[in-house]
């Protein structure tokens, strides 16, 4: 049962991850507490419903076009929203009263579109894979092996890469990177590119793994990110990662019965914030965040 | 006679980096005391230790014989201990008198429960306290600015609320972060004047992280100079001036 | 197009945008005068109804009790949250706020014999029996309509929610201009400075949370005798983002710009109810009602564009100077 609860815990976990990634280095960019990023992963999710149920096409290849799809309106966003609130130079509250507006505008649009009942993906649901006590579905299968790539993709992209290191510094430290004479712009775009990528990814992830999906799960799914961005420390897209496995490992683990009858299963949404609430009160800066200097 | 403040073994770190290593220094009552040393050698932070921002891995630190290296700044504070910060922190959507009137110690007006209760005292504290106030932009030749915001006010006018903001607060010491930093020399020698006459005046001490060493041969009556985190010698300006370890340390960094 | 004229619908308008003045008002007094981000607002207004309803359901106390006990509850979950989160840098605060919110609703909705469970208010008895906790406010509300002489429910609730918010606004209004306030608002600007001259940052903090709290209690109350029932549903996050939104229209800061706010977000929302004319009237009504929200999407992006500071507000609370 233990290792069952971690698989699930994993599956979780990733999702949470790479949706977190995204997050973190928007958010350490452009300070922008983005409440539409829950709606947008929906939206990611949706999108790939329509190349999946729509057109037919098999769920790899619709997953990616929604990974296109939600990239491409996240850039979209931001050249018709973010970036004239920045030439008006647009306070912290201006931004998040904003990405409000712009998260109603995505929800409802979804809602217009595809209407309030719950889609599934054409997927095989009966298949499942065995390995000793623990057994996976084809969603959690997948969403497993496509995320620790992606997760292993981003890190080494991060990491090694110039430009990846670049949004590294930015999101770490706007000011002084900018000092560097580094093109802002261009690492404002492709931060945004790979936030629309992941939040594609994440959001088709957990539809995948949920089964069934409605157009409001993105919010649902939005808090545990923001908490593991937290958790994790805002700054740092390795935290974020970090955070992300935590809570999801956290959320599933948590409902074991070795641990003094385990938590109901109704309540692990409370376990991730609980996890994160008291992470913080034991290290406020997050796990690799930077602690406050007078 | 044991000083006024009296910090014993204070270390504290960040991370790997050893910000204040072992340090320790006395300051007597009434005296102006000083606070040099090359940029990086760890004052900033020791201020921060002593002012209750930052709490010290290890050492002691005394106020009139009372610990306080545990308390929080605002405790700190209320124990006799007031301090300033490199760039004045001038609170720039407040009135000038505002800003002073806020370090006024004992309002009553100040706490929720005697809003209700005790409202003739706490008009009679603010009455006071307003008077105070203007007594003290008098003192700084800031007081036609009273009602202004104080974001209008100069860089130099600044430090000068700066000034008569914390003697609001009556501490028997103050610590000065950099008080002649960015200052133009008519601004200098008028806070020079300040700082002295307070101390005639009032019996403040002050202990005062300076660059500017002519000031410090000028005012100071006890010299402390800190390098890479450690108190490096201790003395009267004359004689620290002229030691070799004191020199080696500005031009080790300067080079 | 007959309900447009209609007083009551009106006059439900108006309550409404009573209630979200009292809530807001807790907004603008933690972020408007202490500068604290709380996200989690609707937890307080929850935790206000629930008190009430469940110690008149289950306790049998009377309402004139368990009114008190409900707003006191909702400051006692404010400092409750703020003890352990006031520590921590303001935007970890925020979400922390979140996550107390979700928590409360959470439990709400899962604590079947304390809450009633999803079902609501009407299951605080259990299983087959409807638990009503609004028959004493009803008959108050009765009685004050007879006496003034006013027949209808609605408007007698107008009164009575805008009496209690205009008392609370003037209230909340000489609070931010005593001392008190000075401190606050340094303590908003500068919690560094604050502390250097004596001034204990984290108390100050924890009484705005715990007062704006109280205010969005006693919102949870009209709410609740509003509608004489309620479920875990009705306390989304979308409130507290309403909220956030008549806060930041009518103006950050100024207690003053919250009614203002209230009342025009209020206008704004039921106006967009009345758009049956092409081309919305090609919508089926679920899909008008996503129109409108969407409407309403943009017209806060337009807000925010145009006029950040919203109605009342100094431009520069919302830019960058």
Known sequence: ?????????????????????????????????????????????????????????????AALAGMAATAALAVVCDALLWRPLRRRRAGFMSLFLASIGLALVLRQAILLLWGPQPRSYDVDPFKVYALGDVRLSLAQTATIV??????????????????????????????????????????????????????????????????SFDPNFGFQLLLPVFAAVVLGGIGSAYGALAGGLALGLATELSTWEGFAGGVEPAYKPVVAFTVLIGGLLLRPQGLFGRARVV | MTALLEA?????????????????????????????????AGKSTLFNCLSGFLRPDRGRITLAGRRIERLPPHAIVRAGLARTFQTAR?????????????A??????????????????????????????????????????????????????????????????????????????????????????????????????????EHDLAFVMQTADRVFVMAEGRILTEGAPEQVRRDERVIDAYLGTHG | MSVLSSAEFWAFVGVMAGIYTLFTLGLQIQFGLAGLLNFGQVAFMAVGAYTMAILVVKQGWSMWLAAPLGIA??????????????????????????????????????????TGGSQGTINLRGEGVAAQYNGQWERFQGWLGEQLGIGSKDVVMLLLVW????????????????????????????????????????????????????????????????????????????????????????????????????????????ATRFFDFPPFSYLDSADRAYVRLLLIGLLIIALVLLRP????????????E
């Open chain 1, 1 to 61: 049962m233990f290792w069952q609860l971690l698989a699930n815990g994993l599956v979780t976990g990733s999702v949470y991850a790479i949706a977190a990634i995204g997050v973190s280095l928007l958010y350490g960019l452009l300070r922008l507490v983005n409440f539409a990023h829950g709606d947008l992963m929906a939206l990611g999710a949706f999108l790939s419903y329509l190349a999946n149920a729509a057109f037919g096409w098999p769920m790899a290849a």
């Open chain 1, 146 to 211: 496509v995320a620790s790539a992606a997760i292993a993709a981003i890190a080494v992209f991060l990491a090694r890469s110039a430009t990846g290191r670049v949004m590294r510094a930015m999101a770490d430290d706007r000011a002084l990177a900018q000092l560097s004479g580094i093109d802002v712009n261009r690492v404002i775009l492709l931060t945004w590119v790979l936030a629309g990528l992941t939040a594609g990814l994440a959001g088709t992830l957990a539809a995948l793994v949920q089964g």
């Open chain 2, 8 to 40: 014993s073994g204070v270390s504290k770190a960040f991370g790997g980096v050893r910000a204040v290593e072992d340090a320790s220094l006395a300051v007597e009552e009434g005296s102006i005391t000083a606070l040099i040393g090359p940029n990086g």
């Open chain 2, 90 to 102: 001038a609170l720039t959507r407040m009135t000038v008198l505002d800003n002073v009137r806020l």
């Open chain 2, 104 to 209: 006024a110690p004992g309002h009553p007006g100040e706490q929720l429960r005697n809003l209700l209760a005790r409202r003739r005292a706490a008009r009679r504290r603010e009455a006071q306290v307003t008077e105070e106030a203007r007594a003290l932009l008098r003192l700084v030749r800031l007081e036609e600015h009273a009602d202004a915001l104080a974001g209008t006010l100069s860089g130099g006018q600044r430090k000068l609320l700066d000034l008569a903001r914390i003697l609001m607060a009556s501490p028997r010491l103050i610590l000065l972060d950099e008080p002649m930093a960015g200052v133009n020399p008519a601004l200098r020698e008028e806070l020079l004047a300040h700082i002295l006459h307070v101390r005639a005046t009032r019996g403040i001490t002050f202990l005062v992280i």
């Open chain 3, 73 to 114: 509850a909702a400051a006692l979950a404010g400092l409750l949250v703020g003890l352990p989160a006031l520590r921590l840098r303001g935007d970890y605060f925020a979400i922390v706020t979140i996550a107390f919110s979700e928590i409360v609703r959470w439990v709400a909705t899962n604590e079947d014999r304390l």
């Open chain 3, 163 to 270: 009496s209690v918010a205009l008392l609370l606004l003037w209230v909340a209004g000489r609070l931010a201009r005593t001392p008190w306030g000075r401190v606050l608002r340094a303590i908003r600007e500068d919690e560094d400075a604050a502390a250097s001259v004596g001034k204990p940052v984290f108390r100050y903090r924890l009484q705005a949370l715990s007062l704006g709290a109280a205010a969005a209690g006693l919102a949870g109350l009209f709410y609740a005798w509003q509608f004489g029932f309620f479920s875990p549903d009705d306390f989304q996050p979308l409130i507290t983002f309403f909220g956030w939104m008549i806060l930041i229209l009518g103006g950050v800061g100024r207690v003053w710009a919250v009614p203002v706010g209230a009342v025009v977000f209020g206008f704004l929302f039921a």
């Open chain 3, 309 to 320: 500071q919203g109605i009342l507000g100094r431009r520069q609370e919302m830019v960058l």
